[in-house]
């Protein structure tokens, strides 16, 4: 079965400084990685996903994350960090085939807080 | 529609009584999908659909829950006999296709359930 792991609850940050939330994973096999985020009261909004080929993903907003298979991780990261950043924010993953391979498995997410 | 849309957005309940949630995915997607967002247990995913079919229902919590789809479109979420421990958010999510772990997929904004 697969995992995710986001080890830190809540990130701060100061507006203008780059920021990183990371993210690690387990899961048989190649795997294909997501980051969402969620404002509150609102769904999921879908930010970037690794599939395959370069490991610098680029997303929407700004946002990158970088794939690391030796380390099994997918930090996100953004180069310059806006007050409207803060959200609460997902890595999930699912595996490339097999079983479970239709849904997402979700870390338990960070809250990112981007101090003006 | 532009996204996936979900119905109602809140609903609070009083334990034991059957309630259903709606959930209207993007046109076209021929996948969908259902988790649950709770404070103690994070995103779960539930039961997914390729067409009208789901063909794994073992994400489901209990035989109180069931759902359905029909036309290949909108999909209903059905909790009988609520317990105080089913309140969540309720997340349905859509993607073109099932194709494994590859598809993106587009969150709806949820239905905040409240069992009292």
């Known amino acids: 079965a697969q995992s995710v792991a986001q080890p830190e609850d809540q990130v701060n940050v100061a507006e203008g400084n780059p920021l990183t939330v990371k993210c690690t994973y387990s899961v048989s096999g190649n795997p294909y990685l997501f980051w969402y985020v969620q404002y509150p009261n609102r769904g999921l909004q879908f930010l970037l996903k690794y599939i395959t080929g370069d490991n610098l993903v680029k997303g929407s907003y700004g946002f990158e994350a970088e794939f690391n298979k030796s380390q099994t991780s997918f930090h996100l990261k953004k180069p310059s960090a806006l007050v409207s950043d803060s959200a609460l924010y997902f890595c999930?993953?699912?595996?490339?085939?097999?079983?479970?391979?239709?849904?997402?498995?979700f870390g338990k997410g960070t809250k990112l807080s981007v101090i003006p | 529609g532009a996204g996936v849309s979900q119905s109602p957005s809140n609903k609070v309940t009083e334990k034991g009584k059957d309630v259903e949630l709606r959930c209207d995915p993007i046109?076209?997607?021929?996948?969908l999908y259902w988790y649950r967002q709770s404070l103690g247990q994070g995103l779960e995913f539930l039961i997914y659909?390729?067409?009208?079919?789901?063909?794994?229902k073992s994400g489901l919590p209990s035989d109180r829950f069931s759902a359905e789809r029909t036309g290949g479109s909108v999909s209903t979420l059905t909790i009988q006999r609520t317990q105080q421990e089913d309140s969540a958010v309720y997340l349905c999510a859509s993607s073109f296709s099932l194709a494994g772990g590859l598809e993106t997929q587009y969150f709806g904004p949820g239905t905040r359930l409240l069992v009292l």
């Open positions: 659909f390729q067409g009208n079919s789901a063909p794994d």
């Open positions: 999930a993953v699912s595996p490339y085939s097999g079983a479970g391979s239709y849904q997402l498995t």
């Open positions: 046109s076209g997607h021929t996948a």
